[in-house]
């Protein structure tokens, strides 16, 4: 099992609980990203640089991660095609995604893409918190207790 990290958009704290984490278990992780990230480089952890362009980072992460492997991302998107490739994808702020979950969250986005569509101001996430970190923290521990 690899991970693969969708590292342009990944907040730094959870680079470097993934990095913790990959070295105490020994397992590789790829971060994937159109500039080179700043982070905890081992034997354990490489990146891959790819063209800016919308979807580049994403299809080499699908070209690259096989069944069974962790990615890392916010992107709807790439987490459908990651499920839909019998991997794994949790997001940062420590919540897996699933194919119920995917389809509820692309109708979503799609609605709110509609009403921006339409000049209505939709706002966007929430400030990633203190409490988003310790659940993906705890989100990802409980699944590299599996391997």
């Not at 020994?26 to 905890?40: E, S």
Request: aromatic residues 8%; charged residues 25%.
């Amino acid at each position: 099992m690899k991970i693969f990290v969708d590292a342009d958009a990944c907040p730094l704290v959870i680079l470097e609980i993934l990095s913790r984490a990959v070295f105490r278990k020994k397992i590789y992780m790829v971060l994937v990203a159109n500039q080179l990230k700043k982070g905890n480089y081992s034997e354990f952890v490489s990146s891959i640089v790819v063209p800016g362009g919308a979807d580049v980072a994403d299809d080499k992460i699908v070209e690259l991660m096989e069944e069974g492997d962790l990615v890392i991302t916010a992107d709807i998107s790439l987490a459908s095609r990651v499920v839909e490739k019998k991997g794994f994808a949790l997001n940062p702020r420590g919540e897996f995604y699933t194919e119920e979950n995917i389809r509820q969250r692309l109708s979503m986005q799609n609605f709110m893409d509609e009403l921006r569509g339409t000049g209505i101001d939709t706002g966007g996430p929430s400030t990633f918190n203190n409490k988003h970190k310790q659940q993906f923290s705890q989100a990802l521990d409980k699944f590299l207790a599996k391997y």
